[in-house]
């Protein structure tokens, strides 16, 4: 964090507070400036004089573009150093910046140094020169592209995915890198690329993602030239890693699981030899050989014989009886 952003003389307290707070964030997070706003307690019109001085500044960019299907969208990105707009658009989009150092690129900013000369003159150590970049610098609210010069190596380091990943996922995450890198042969990656990447894809499968929005997830959108395939494959992955399933949809799926494991459903099946249009299967209870339905009709034939029999019982009586009566009275 640059003293100079802390220090600017026309950003107000809720300008430096906004791009703090954004700055902070990881950058896997996907998460627009007016939600960050809220979260730092900011309110509607403070968050709208705030947004604007950034946009002064050079702090934030905005485009608004037109998806798949005619839905429109509002991409953002911000900086710890003020960009023009060629310069935003050529960290967007993957190509090499004209800016001396590169933007993403380490710097050897003089973080100590304040803006305006104070009264007391103060010591600030020389900041240690930084480690080198795998790639670009990418922010909350960007929908960043990892990039890099022409000639620079896209070897990159193992990300760390959430959670620990099953050896089943992570093959399956290399073969699902591999078939993509196939097809788009802007994707082209190597084989140290791809078993570098595969924990991160196996991840992906773990929390429910499928194939089909892996590809689409990697190969949409892509500038015409990708100069760092790895870098830019790696920071999609983890950008748009589907969320962590919940607590009721992972025993949804240890559900399915479980019954998968048990066998087909109608293992424990029987057919029923009784009178029906097309064989019919049951599940027997207690060792019944006919289905619920055959068992309940021959119940009501047996009930309607015994109502039968009784109503001719009755009858037989009443003629003896009244043959009795006349016997008595002849």
């Known amino acids: 964090?640059?003293?100079?952003?802390?220090?600017?003389?026309?950003l107000s307290s809720d300008a430096v507070r906004l791009l703090t707070w954004a700055l902070s964030l990881p950058d896997e997070a996907l998460e627009?400036?007016?939600?960050?706003?809220?979260?730092?307690?900011?309110?509607k019109s403070?968050?709208?004089r705030a947004k604007r001085e950034l946009v002064a500044e050079g702090f934030l960019h905005e485009w608004r573009r037109q998806a798949d299907g005619g839905r429109w969208v509002t991409e953002q990105m911000i900086s710890n150093v003020p960009l023009k707009s060629a310069e935003a658009e050529a960290a967007r989009d993957g190509r090499p910046s004209v800016?001396?150092?590169?933007?993403?690129?380490?710097?050897r900013r003089a973080?100590?140094?304040?803006?305006?000369?104070?009264?007391?003159?103060?010591?600030?150590?020389?900041?240690?020169?930084?480690?080198?970049?795998?790639?670009?610098?990418?922010?909350a609210d960007e929908a960043p592209a990892a990039t890099g010069r022409e000639g620079e190596s896209s070897s990159i380091t193992t990300p760390s995915p959430v959670g620990t990943v099953p050896q089943p996922l992570v093959e399956r995450g290399g073969l699902a890198l591999a078939a993509v890198a196939h097809d788009e042969?802007?994707?082209?990656?190597?084989?140290?690329?791809v078993a570098t990447l595969?924990?991160?894809?196996?991840?992906?499968?773990?929390?429910?993602?499928?194939?089909?929005?892996?590809?689409?997830?990697?190969?949409s959108g892509l500038p015409d030239v990708v100069h760092s395939p790895a870098a830019l494959v790696r920071n999609r992955l983890m950008r748009k890693m589907p969320p962590v399933p919940t607590f009721a949809e992972q025993r949804e799926a240890d559900r399915r699981a479980a019954a998968a494991a048990a066998?087909?459903?109608?293992?424990?099946?029987?057919?029923?030899?009784?009178?029906?249009?097309?064989?019919?299967?049951?599940r027997p209870v207690d060792g019944e050989t006919l289905c619920p339905s055959c068992r309940c009709s021959d119940v009501e034939a047996g009930v309607a014989g015994a109502i039968a029999a009784a109503v001719r019982g009755g009858a037989a009586v009443r003629e003896l009886m009244r043959a009795r009566r006349a016997e008595v009275a002849a």
């Open 198 to 219: 595969a924990p991160v894809a196996g991840e992906w499968f773990q929390r429910g993602g499928g194939m089909p929005d892996l590809r689409e997830a990697l190969a």
């Open 1 to 10: 964090m640059p003293n100079e952003i802390i220090r600017h003389p026309r």
């Open 46 to 48: 403070a968050f709208t």
């Open 185 to 193: 042969p802007r994707l082209r990656l190597s084989g140290r690329d």
């Open 111 to 139: 973080v100590g140094r304040s803006l305006k000369k104070t009264e007391k003159k103060t010591y600030n150590p020389p900041t240690p020169a930084p480690a080198p970049a795998d790639e670009p610098e990418a922010t």
């Open 263 to 282: 066998g087909p459903r109608v293992t424990d099946m029987r057919e029923c030899p009784g009178d029906h249009v097309q064989p019919l299967l049951f």
């Open 99 to 107: 800016q001396s150092p590169a933007t993403g690129e380490p710097n």
């Open 32 to 43: 627009p400036l007016s939600k960050t706003a809220q979260r730092a307690a900011i309110g």
